[in-house]
């Protein structure tokens, strides 16, 4: 074993027959064996000491192994300040109208923190008291330490529609309503009463990096009512293949929030689960560690076990989050974590909103991809399980991650192109077709398209008739495809950015924007 093995790790040939649950018992119980025996040898120590000093005092027990996740106050350990709030990430609550959660991490524990709110920056009258969640993690790694973090959460409810709100989060010993801390002041608006347009922007696979942080800084400009995460939000689990091997550094998501605040502090920062953000030492089904760092819808199947699938309405558009570990062939780990309850709501959901006559376009985030030829291709296990729903109830858009590319489909109806959408086009999905985006260049390193497949975006179009790719099957092997719908594709960062618009004949208006601020792709979904 070399130094980079995990200390209490799961060796490969053991962790790719173990599913999520299975892999965090593993974990947890050779952490506590590793504990027994060096409280052992500790004992033995102890008594020796004893003997040749019997009026020394003996230290009690060390405590059994504490949760990962608290929801508690924590004693403070320095003074509050010292303390500065940092990545600060804002959520909607199932009510965009009314609802948004705010949270935050402190660098230490804090003695009862708060947030402070108000309809002017100098007026934060109302404080909302905050709940802590804390996350432990061991030294997983030979070279990593144990890593202690205090994430902050407050919930604001019964908030008026399309109203600016100030905010400031602090402790004891730091008030952000203080005139030397007003630069910490931020702001947000909650959705209109009726709809009106708006733009929200989309991407997948972000990572730290000043790539990642170039394409925040233009989503900014944006001014986007929310924005979309499909997923592999920070890597701080760099393997990505849901097993305890996996190279896991909790200290990535410190760098991660900090990169992401000046966007996600302003811009509710609505995400969903990736491969690379199932982390099992936390909860047996890897999301312990996302429950802990983000306030996210709770109307989905089962908010405790599957926090990134939930739904909201914006204006005239209904958002549904899932996780596709669920479904996904290419990377069982979680494979049918929620016992079909994840697609059964699916299908409840997507009739509910295409019921609501104030709802004209439904939009699906997720992470594998339906329809890609880039590295990981296409996921039959998202193919099997949500195409056919999406086409049951007309879905509108659908915006992946996984492939760090730019990569966006034809209208495809019946799995074959329904209509072709160049540049520029227009597509109506109740006649044509859904449109799949892979956005997934929003900052990790970039992967390419296949032997002889040029790029082909805006200003630089090159169509193939056809392309050799393949799609994930049940039995983990990729199966050859030759495909005719992915109409453009670019090997470079970038993100999604989409207005919507009500009216008689409403519209969505999609474009991709690469980091140089190039638009490199537009189209239009037309209902009406």
């Given amino acids: 074993m070399t130094d980079d093995t995990p200390r209490v790790g799961i060796p490969e040939r053991l962790a790719r027959r173990m599913s999520m649950p299975e892999q965090h018992e593993y974990l947890r119980s050779r952490l506590s064996r590793r504990r ?22 003996q ?33 909607f609550g199932a009510d965009p109208k009314t609802q948004m959660r705010i949270s935050w991490q402190v660098p230490f524990a804090v003695k009862r923190p708060y947030l402070r709110v108000g309809l002017k920056p100098w007026e934060l009258g109302r404080k909302v008291p905050a709940e802590v969640r804390a996350l432990h993690t061991p030294p997983l790694s030979r070279k990593l330490p144990a890593v ?23 402790h004891d010993g ?17 959705a209109p009463a009726v709809p009106e347009k708006f733009v929200f922007t989309a991407f997948g696979d972000q990572g730290v990096s000043y790539h990642a942080l170039a394409n925040d800084q233009l989503i900014l400009g944006q001014n986007p009512s929310f924005h979309l995460h499909a997923g592999d939000i920070c890597y701080a689990d760099s393997s990505g293949q849901g097993k305890e091997s996996d190279t896991y550094d909790a200290r990535v998501w410190d760098q991660f929030l900090a990169q992401t605040e000046s966007v996600a502090a302003r811009v509710p920062w609505m995400v969903t689960t990736g491969n690379h953000d199932m982390e099992a030492w936390y909860s047996p089904n890897g999301y312990g560690g996302q429950s802990a760092r983000f306030s996210l819808p709770d ?8 926090p990134g699938v939930y739904s909201f309405t914006y204006g ?18 979680n494979k049918g974590y929620t016992g079909g309850a994840q697609t059964a709501w699916l299908d409840r959901r997507l009739g509910e909103l295409r019921a609501r006559p104030e709802i004209d376009f439904v939009v699906v985030f997720f992470h594998h991809c339906a329809y890609s030829t880039s590295t990981h291709a296409s996921d039959g296990g998202v193919r099997d399980a949500w195409v056919p729903l999406f086409a049951k109830h007309q879905v509108d858009l659908v915006i992946n991650g996984h492939n760090h590319v730019y990569e966006r489909t034809d209208a495809i109806l019946n799995g074959a192109v329904g209509r072709p959408v160049p540049v520029g086009a227009s597509t109506d999905p109740r006649r044509d077709g859904i449109v799949y985006v892979t956005a997934g260049g929003a900052g990790k390193d970039l992967y390419g398209f296949g032997l002889g497949v040029k790029d082909s975006y805006e200003g630089n179009v090159h169509d193939h008739d056809h392309i050799v790719t393949f799609h994930w099957t049940k039995l983990r092997l990729p199966d050859p495809d030759t495909v005719e719908w992915s109409r453009v ?40």
Avoid at 75 to 89: C, E, I, M, Y
Avoid at 148 to 170: C, F, K, S
């Fill in 59 to 91: 230290a009690s027990p060390a405590p059994p192994t504490s949760p990962a996740l608290l929801a508690s106050s924590v004693t403070a350990k320095v003074d509050g300040s010292l303390v500065a709030p940092f990545g600060r990430h804002l959520a």
């Fill in 299 to 306: 109307n989905g199947p089962d908010p405790v076990n599957a």
């Fill in 148 to 170: 202690d973090q205090y994430y902050l959460h407050a919930g604001l409810d019964g908030l008026r529609p399309g109203t600016t709100y100030y905010y400031g989060v602090g």
């Fill in 36 to 57: 027994v025996l060096s409280g052992g040898a500790a004992a033995a120590g102890a008594s020796a000491l004893a003997v040749a000093a019997p009026a020394a005092a």
């Fill in 316 to 333: 005239n558009v209904g958002v549904v989050a899932l996780d596709a570990n669920d479904v996904s062939y290419e990377i069982p780990a």
């Fill in 174 to 190: 730091f008030d952000p309503a203080s005139p030397e801390r007003l630069a910490t002041v931020g702001s947000f608006r909650t």
């Fill in 489 to 528: 594709r670019y090997t470079g960062f970038s993100f999604l950015a989409v207005e919507a618009e009500a009216g008689a004949r409403p519209v969505l208006r999609v474009s991709a924007l690469a980091e140089t601020g190039e638009r490199i792709d537009h189209f239009e979904v037309r209902r009406g």
